[in-house]
């Protein structure tokens, strides 16, 4: 059984960073590409950035300022976010699927995470 569970966001003030963690279970972790998504309330998910089987490290985050990661022997996904801003605060979502390229679309992921809160105010 696929799971995800997503980690360490929190309350923090612009200009800080945080790491947020994703335990993955029940799949070929090295075999399946690995994506990060946000959601802002009233807004639609937003793609941060991925990590297929196939390159191994991530393509560019559509963030600048946020960078992923892949412990293999861990099973375990990061992304790292830096300088935060108030517009950054969202539910930040790890997702996988059975394919070693990462997806083009949001859609195209066939497993999620239960999400990770990270709100960003002064």
């Known amino acids: 059984q696929v799971r995800l569970v997503e980690s360490g966001g929190g309350l923090v003030q612009p200009g800080e960073s945080l790491r947020l963690s994703c335990a993955a279970s029940g799949f070929p972790f090295y075999d399946y590409a690995v994506g990060w998504f946000r959601q802002a309330p009233g807004k639609e998910r937003e793609g941060i950035t991925c990590i297929s089987s196939i390159v191994g490290r991530p393509t560019n985050s559509v963030k600048g300022r946020f960078t992923m990661s892949k412990d293999l022997a861990k099973n375990m996904a990061y992304l790292q976010l830096n300088n935060l801003k108030p517009e950054d605060t969202a539910v930040y979502y790890c997702?996988?699927?059975?394919?070693?390229?990462?997806?083009?679309?949001?859609?195209?992921?066939?497993?999620w995470g239960q999400g990770t809160q990270v709100t960003v105010s002064s």
């Open positions: 997702a996988t699927t059975p394919d070693r390229a990462c997806p083009p679309s949001g859609r195209e992921y066939s497993y």
